[in-house]
């Protein structure tokens, strides 16, 4: 049975154009150019899709789709409306009246896309919740927590919303790969993915390297250079740590924002900006703006569609999934045998707090491969690389501080520590009172931001 598709614009030239767009994907199309005939028709009908344009008299689409919502709440839907009309969707994004938003003129691909995709997926939803946790991988995260398999269910529909993402998550939870894979499933997955972190560029640098430069805009522009904003094109751009951004470089993203444009430094001459906007901190927005960090209004142009990574400490068995996802991949890599874990080993991974995430879960499982032979991974092997991390370790079990320490710890060397470790754990501590601010930590430590990002890659 054909899938039906119910189309609502109170133009009929706009209603005639999408039909001979989605004509070809076979399926029973359904036009109406009044709202009020629109709910009529959902009365007795369950479309699989509604269409909506936004500006219609009388009702404006969100208004509609919220009625439609109403009497078939599991009914997904697309608004057509003007970039411009963007707090309204906003709004009805988060009031979860609206699923999937495109900006007229649409791009027929692009269409056609959202709809196959949306249609797809409205056909896979068979009430996975009364389901038992399932295996569920995506370009490189995979997972069987239910908290994943909800990470995964937002990247699915912010894939096809076409408004700005916000991700959030811990350092080394994952956020560059969310962003790349909302980018993998998206209409834009041919043009270029562009990921930059704003932490580590100086006011002006970053600057120049969003939105370019004109030969002469300042001393050492020798020539023309584009900029991260030209360079994205119709493909994406990730901001990731946004919350370092200097507020004058605020107050121009906003403005890219609202009006889909920008001016290399040097130029008056406005570029438009086509490329989807995906931006991520290690701290919460909220906190930032409280602060005075961060611009309001800002946060509310970038917090429409959030996505939420949890730590890799409250995802379950999904820690020893994962180690034995990166012991087979490193096997092969470094032509090693390790077959498994010994169930003191997974105790142990379980029981471990994991401050760095499932990036320091990765490096960790690195160097026990290239540091040892034989086809176990056992515990005294896990405990020897978490030797570093005790104190960590005993925050997780405080009851059993002691019986850890002398049982799984050797403490004729527990006095003596490398320098590095001593230095990292004091970095990460003033990360953790600076809130995740970088910049601030760096500010206490009397040291640069760029230092702390650099000592992190090379602890990696």
């Known amino acids: 049975m054909q899938p039906t598709l119910l189309i609502v614009d109170d133009d009929p030239e706009i209603i005639s154009s999408l039909l001979r767009c989605l004509h070809r994907l076979g399926l029973n199309l359904v036009h109406y150019t009044s709202p009020e005939q629109a709910l009529e028709y959902i009365e007795s009908h369950r479309p699989d899709l509604v269409i909506s344009d936004q500006h219609m008299p009388g009702m404006p689409g969100s208004e509609m789709l919220k009625r439609m919502k109403e009497i078939w709440p599991d009914v997904h839907n697309i608004l057509l409306s003007s970039y411009h009309d963007f707090d309204v969707v906003a709004e009805a994004f988060n009031q979860k009246i609206i699923e999937q938003y495109i900006s007229k003129p649409w791009d027929n691909d692009e269409l056609r896309f959202v709809v196959r995709k949306t249609l797809k997926a409205q056909a896979s939803d068979v009430s996975d919740h009364n389901k038992q946790a399932k295996l569920v991988s995506i370009h490189g995260m995979l997972g069987e927590d239910e908290s994943m ?58 600057e120049s390297q969003l939105f370019g430069h004109k030969k ?49 430094l040097g130029s008056h001459e406005m570029q438009p900006f086509h490329a989807q906007i995906v931006t991520a901190s290690s701290t919460q927005l909220t906190d930032a703006v409280d602060r005075g960090e961060f611009r309001e209004d800002l946060y509310y142009r970038l917090n429409v569609l959030s996505i939420e990574l949890p730590p890799l400490r409250k995802r ?82 405080p009851s059993s501080d002691n019986t850890q320490h002398n049982e799984t710890l050797n403490d004729n060397f527990a006095e003596i520590r490398p320098l590095w470790q001593v230095e990292k754990e004091t970095i990460e501590r003033a990360i953790t009172l600076c809130k995740g601010n970088i910049p601030k930590a760096a500010a206490l430590l009397d040291v640069s931001a760029s230092t702390i990002y650099r000592k992190h890659k090379k602890w990696e």
């Open 149 to 206: 398999h909800r990470v995964f269910d937002r990247i699915s529909k912010a894939a096809t919303a076409n408004i700005p993402i916000f991700i959030t998550g811990e350092t080394g939870t994952g956020k560059e790969l969310v962003a790349r894979s909302c980018h993998l499933e998206s209409f834009r997955k041919s043009h270029p993915f562009i990921a930059v972190n704003c932490a580590n560029f100086t006011e002006n640098l970053m």
């Open 216 to 264: 002469g805009a300042f001393t050492g522009a020798t020539g023309n250079q584009f900029g991260l904003f030209a360079t994205a094109g119709e493909g994406t751009l990730f901001l990731d740590e946004v919350t370092t951004l200097p507020l004058p470089l605020q107050a121009k993203l906003l403005r890219v924002i609202q009006e889909r444009e920008y001016a290399p």
């Open 316 to 397: 379950g068995q999904d820690i020893v999934l994962l180690a034995g996802y990166f012991l087979k991949e490193f096997n092969a890599l470094e032509n090693k045998s390790f077959v498994d874990f010994s169930d003191e080993a997974k105790s142990l991974l379980m029981a471990f707090r994991w401050p760095g995430n499932v990036r320091q879960l990765e490096n960790l499982l690195h160097s026990i491969v290239i540091l040892n032979d034989g086809t176990q991974i056992t515990s005294e092997v896990l405990n020897q690389a978490l030797l570093g991390e005790r104190n960590r370790l005993s925050d997780r079990n």
